[in-house]
């Protein structure tokens, strides 16, 4: 084959270190840009933030409207909790203020954090400050101190005693007398239900150490230990005839447990910083129109360092290659940040354009929407509205929404229109929260009601939307 030279024309994308810069920015959450700014500021002399010396000249100033009071009834984003068995069967159990506001229909889902001072102690803390009140030997000290470090976050000894002891030196032998002596030990501790090995045995702890008058405490202790399982069933006929008593002593002793904290160590859990949410857009209503607008303290306010700036323009026959790549560079995170949140406000107001109708009537008149339409409007690409919806944070009149929670899929109706699934989910959740407790609707069932207003759904889409919302299946729902 004879080789030849040839000249042809052709297309493609070069991605330059700002075009990179700007789409790293783009698929940051706001708390991610602010520690990468924090770490480019140590390292570029040439940048700061506003507010770093006087006379400085501003770089960086987006155009947006005026930020909006914060809603009162505006609340912090879900945070969900996977509990086992009785715990996912029981959202009423107490546990504190935020079982209680489960098991009451607050919707404030502020409950759902347990605030704690910076410098609260952990679990493990608060134990062995119990545990150096106590008079116990050097060894005893050395078991329960082994014990403590094996208790996990929610409150329970999760591995065997006897796994436990071979961590001990082989010169230390240990009999599992001493194991169970020193588990003794931590089960008096506070909280109560702390060092339990299992949900019934953390429950029987909490109930012992109530006061021996308090009504009903034997039935329910009978309850937690032996007959659990029919409780997680709501297998109410069955308990009538294992505790051999009548329907009104059944629901006083069912009352006792549940006011039972089932994660006795959650309120030792500090709030890790990846559950801080910082919402970028504010949404209000503004003569009947609903307007999306930034929200200004989320805006890092940066500005080139007018001092190094001075130093460079006076001495720019010198040509200092640091200070100009400093500046280039600062340049570019001053402009890719501003392009970053006014394509944001872009999304956003366009998510809100089509989606007005939640922010009227809520989650049951939400539509349909998916990113194809979004990127039409606002002439991007799809995979650049993904980036710009991901962990980015919408506050609204209804609470803080992540910007992705305003798309989803649909399900046809009768009309040859389209449900969104989100408004399907509101729907069943209304459903259940108004049903008979005493005869709850089966999938089936609400497959039916759904049916009749026009919104075909299968009982298995029931089912998985069920699931999804954390409802119990209808068996589960039944109370007395």
Not at 115 to 129: I, K, M, V
Not at 284 to 301: D, F, N, T
């Amino acid at each position: 084959m004879k080789q030849s030279l040839q000249l042809g024309l052709s297309q493609h994308l070069a991605l330059t270190p700002q075009l990179q810069q700007s789409i790293r920015l783009l698929q940051l959450s706001t708390v991610e840009l602010n520690q990468e700014l924090d770490a480019l500021l140590q390292t570029n002399p040439m940048l700061e933030r506003d507010g770093y010396g006087e006379g400085a000249r501003e770089e960086y100033s987006p155009e947006t409207s005026q930020e909006p009071p914060v809603p009162a009834e505006a609340n912090s984003s879900p945070v969900e909790y996977d509990e086992d068995t009785l715990r996912e069967s029981y959202p009423e159990f107490s546990g504190g203020s935020r079982w209680e506001d489960s098991a009451s229909g607050n919707d404030d889902d502020d409950a759902d954090y347990v605030f704690q001072e910076a410098d609260s102690p952990t679990l493990r803390e608060h134990l062995l400050s119990q545990t150096m009140l106590m008079p116990l030997s050097n060894r005893d000290q050395t078991l329960v101190s082994l014990l403590i470090d094996a208790i996990s976050e929610d409150g329970y000894l999760e591995q065997s005693l006897e796994e436990l002891a071979t961590l001990l030196p082989e010169d230390q032998e240990v009999d599992l007398l001493e194991m169970n002596t020193a588990l003794k030990h931590i089960q008096h501790f506070d909280p109560p239900g702390v060092g339990a090995r299992n949900l019934a045995e953390c429950l029987s702890l909490q109930l012992r150490a109530l006061p021996a008058d308090t009504p009903r405490l034997d039935l329910a202790v009978d309850l937690v230990e032996h007959h659990l399982p029919a409780l997680a069933a709501r297998d109410y006929a069955k308990l009538r005839k294992l505790l051999r008593c009548d329907e009104e002593t059944l629901r006083e002793t069912h009352h006792l447990v549940t006011q039972l904290n089932p994660r006795p160590g959650m309120h030792f859990t500090r709030i890790s910083s990846d559950q801080y949410i910082q919402y970028e857009i504010v949404v209000r209503k503004v003569k009947g129109v609903w307007i999306a607008s930034l929200h200004q303290e989320a805006i890092p306010k940066l500005r080139i360092n007018q001092l190094y700036a001075d130093i460079l323009k006076r001495n720019r026959e010198s040509s200092n290659q640091y200070l100009m790549s400093q500046m280039q560079e600062a340049k570019w995170m001053i402009k890719n940040i501003q392009q970053r949140f006014s394509t944001i406000l872009r999304v956003s107001q366009a998510i809100v354009d089509r989606q007005r109708n939640f922010f009227e009537h809520g989650e049951i008149a939400m539509r349909p929407l998916v990113l194809r339409e979004i990127a039409d409007e606002v002439g991007l690409h799809e995979s650049t509205i993904s980036r710009v919806t991901t962990r980015k944070y919408m506050l609204t009149p209804r609470g803080v929404y992540e910007l992705k929670h305003f798309f989803g899929s649909h399900v046809a109706t009768d009309s040859g229109g389209a449900c969104s699934a989100t408004a399907i989910r509101a729907l069943i959740k209304q459903l259940v929260g108004e049903e008979n407790q005493k005869k709850p609707l089966s999938d089936s069932q609400i497959a039916d009601i759904l049916g009749k207003q026009g919104i075909v759904v299968a009982r298995r889409t029931i089912a998985k939307y069920r699931e999804s919302l954390q409802i119990p299946p209808a068996s589960q729902r039944k109370s007395l």
